[in-house]
């Protein structure tokens, strides 16, 4: 478990647009992010935070201990999460020796957005730091080559879609096993490509 927070920095206020997302079960339009918003998603280790504060409230010390970071350099990425609305700081509690501390919690916002391929790179990298502690026999991987028509992408991509929401949309059991789910579609850069109308008949 993390340990506990202190005071030695600064805490910014609760934000207004994160209350106002953090609502349970709220479905909300996916769209495109702002510049901002964008930004702030561009960091791997910015996603790992949202992540951690998903279900549980940490305080800045908290994140910074389970991150392995030094607690100022990780409120600056405190900060920006919660400026954009996708983490919100919860009422000031006491700590050990009277220590005021603030935990912060996820708004889920960051599911409705999408900030472009920006956000490619720290999503893997936030993957790889994830995973690197996670044994071998607790991972489920897949790696498949397909084949596939326009209407066949299309149809992939909708189903998998369907699916991913159903499963977000479920109301979380808090006594249930945390499982994180990375998905990639790409075109496949190992296959020799032709221009069939190159080829001699």
């Known amino acids: 478990m993390p340990s506990p927070a202190d005071s030695s920095q600064p805490d910014p206020p609760p934000s207004p647009a994160g209350r106002a997302l953090h609502t349970e079960h709220t479905q909300h339009e996916h769209r495109e992010a702002t510049d901002a918003e964008a930004k702030a998603l561009a960091s791997g ?31 600056h990425h405190v900060r920006t999460l919660v400026d954009t609305g996708f983490l919100r700081a919860e009422a000031p509690r006491s700590g050990t020796r009277g220590a005021r501390e603030i935990p912060y919690r996820s708004t889920g916002k960051s599911w409705y957005v999408y900030g472009g391929h920006d956000g490619t790179r720290p999503m893997i990298d936030a993957f790889l730091d994830e995973i690197r502690d996670v044994p071998g026999d607790q991972v489920t991987m897949t790696r498949l080559g397909l084949r596939l028509s326009p209407g066949d992408l299309q149809e992939f991509q909708q189903r998998l879609e369907t699916l991913l929401v159903e499963m977000h949309d479920r109301p979380r059991d808090p006594d249930a096993a945390p499982y994180s789910v990375f998905f990639a579609l790409h075109p496949d850069t190992s296959v020799l490509r032709h221009d069939p109308s190159s080829e001699s008949p």
């Open 45 to 75: 280790l910015r996603l790992r935070i949202l992540r951690m504060t998903l279900d549980e409230p940490l305080t800045n010390k908290q994140i910074a201990d389970t991150l392995d970071r030094p607690p100022a350099s990780v409120l």
